[in-house]
Nanobody, 122 residues
Framework: QVQLVESGGGLVQAGGSLRLSCAAS???????VGWFRQAPGKEREFVAA????????YYADSVQGRFTISRDNGKNTVYLQMNSLKPEDTAVYRC????????????????WGQGTQVTVSS
C-alpha cells in the first residue's frame, strides 16, 4: 500500500548539518510520517513527526530547536533537516507512515523504510 525510501545520510563533523529525505509511493492519503533512530545496543527512539497536511509537527525534546521536519506533498517526500549535529545523534534513521498519530508515536506504524545511516564525529 505504501512504500518508503530514506536517503541523505552520511558522515559529518559535530556541529554540521544533514538533510534526510523520505520518499513515499502508493496510497499516502491522510498519513502521518515520523522519523525514528536507533543506535547499536539502544532502543528505537522517536525523533519527529508530521501530519498529512504538514500543518502539525512534533519533536522529541532531544532534537527540538535543532531538527525541522517538513513535507512536499507534490514530491511525496518528507524531509528532516538536522542542524547542530552531535555525536549522540549517530544512528540509523528510518521513516514510518500510518494514518494514526498514536501509532507513529508508539513506533507501531504500518509502514517503514529501510533506513539511512547518520554518523557524527567529534
Amino acid at each position: 500500500q505504501v512504500q518508503l525510501v530514506e536517503s541523505g545520510g552520511g558522515l559529518v563533523q559535530a556541529g554540521g548539518s544533514l538533510r534526510l529525505s523520505c520518499a513515499a509511493s502508493g496510497r499516502t492519503f491522510s498519513n502521518y510520517v515520523g522519523w525514528f533512530r536507533q543506535a547499536p545496543g539502544k532502543e528505537r527512539e522517536f525523533v519527529a513527526a508530521i501530519s498529512g497536511s504538514g500543518g502539525n509537527t512534533y519533536y522529541a525534546d532531544s532534537v527540538q530547536g535543532r531538527f525541522t521536519i517538513s513535507r512536499d506533498n507534490g514530491k511525496n517526500t518528507v524531509y528532516l533537516q538536522m542542524n547542530s549535529l552531535k555525536p549522540e545523534d549517530t544512528a540509523v534513521y528510518r521513516c514510518a507512515a500510518d494514518r494514526a498519530y498514536s501509532s507513529i508515536r508508539r513506533a507501531a506504524a504500518d509502514y517503514w523504510g529501510q533506513g539511512t545511516q547518520v554518523t557524527v564525529s567529534s
